[in-house]
């Protein structure tokens, strides 16, 4: 015969005893629980506060966050000089001793304030060259753009025209003048493939083109957009994310205030630095921008830091 699924009761007393157990095993599971709970809640708080053991001498600085008056500066304004390059990390080192003292130790000058503009460098040249190098290792990108550059750009030496079938290196990018907005935005697709570029990149390409072509877009307009109107123009085109859109107003436009929170190396560095646990999801965005609260208004320039700190990590991991 089937199991009956008829629910029995049990008798009064058994039921009492039966009752008493129970209760008294809920108390035994809550208090493991409590103090499972309280453990890993300590070991949580203490991996968090541990600074990452790679940079033994650097981790050993204490985070102190030093009240200053901010600078009034407008962000929208390029940094141009050495002279305001200077105040910006004069600023950082005061406002976050521990960020100060890893500058200290770094050689290198920051060479935000140098100009990447060569003459003509234009924000379409600069944007194209993005889309160019975007997910490809530098060496790789620079090929594929000369090629792209042998192929649609125009010599500024045309004595070098015999140089144009050879691979020596006898060219470089700065022997070309970058083909117009106009000429990309009518070249064809499949003839951009030929130099290496891929479908998307050929067509992204032609699209960035097509939006200073037309006029939507233009270094004078650019110039004088807010960041987070900047942002929005070029991440509504096609093939340029938020990434992109940062690199360009640090490294184009030159904007003083810049934290690119999806470059994971500035995301590792800071965790670091500010002893946070880095994990698949976090930092966040906004606990990024809450963490440099203090850097502002320089945080491009912190950011270059982080980039040098990230690299001294994996060289000493």
């Known amino acids: 015969m089937p199991a009956s699924t008829e629910k029995r009761s049990l008798p009064l007393s058994a039921a009492k005893a039966t009752g008493k157990v129970a209760k008294a095993k809920g108390k035994v599971k809550y208090k493991i629980a409590t103090k499972a709970k309280a453990k890993a809640k300590v070991k949580a708080e203490t991996r968090v506060n541990e600074e990452p053991s790679s940079l033994s001498a650097e981790a050993a600085v204490p985070l102190t966050i030093v009240s200053i008056p901010r600078p009034e500066i407008d962000t929208n304004a390029?940094?141009?000089?050495?002279?305001?390059?200077?105040?910006?990390?004069?600023?950082?080192?005061?406002?976050?001793?521990?960020?100060?003292?890893?500058?200290?130790?770094?050689?290198?000058?920051?060479?935000?304030?140098?100009?990447?503009?060569?003459?003509?460098?234009?924000?379409?040249?600069?944007?194209?060259q993005s889309i160019v190098y975007q997910q490809l290792a530098g060496k790789a990108a620079a090929a594929i753009l000369l090629r792209f550059l042998k192929r649609y750009g125009q010599l500024k030496d045309a004595s070098k025209a015999t140089m144009l079938e050879q691979d020596d290196g006898s060219l470089t990018y700065d022997d070309f003048v970058f083909p117009s907005p106009d000429r990309v935005a009518a070249l064809d697709v499949d003839e951009m493939r030929a130099v290496g570029l891929g479908q998307r990149k050929a067509e992204y390409l032609k699209e960035v083109a097509r939006r200073f072509s037309e006029g939507e877009l233009s270094d004078e307009k650019l110039a004088k957009m807010t960041g987070d109107e900047v942002s929005r123009s070029l991440v509504a085109i096609r093939g340029i994310g938020q990434w992109t859109a940062d690199m360009f107003l640090m490294f184009h436009l030159k904007r003083p205030d810049v934290l690119p929170t999806l470059d994971l190396a500035v995301r590792k560095a800071m965790c670091h630095h500010f002893g946070v646990q880095f994990t698949k999801n976090t930092p966040t965005h906004e606990q990024m921008i809450e963490m440099s609260r203090h850097w502002a208004p320089f945080r491009s320039i912190a950011t270059w830091y982080m980039w040098r700190l990230m690299g001294t990590l994996t060289q000493k991991s």
């Open 78 to 128: 390029p940094i141009e000089t050495n002279q305001a390059l200077d105040q910006a990390i004069a600023y950082l080192k005061a406002a976050d001793p521990k960020l100060g003292k890893f500058i200290d130790t770094v050689t290198e000058p920051c060479t935000l304030s140098l100009s990447r503009n060569r003459k003509g460098h234009s924000s379409f040249i600069s944007l194209s």
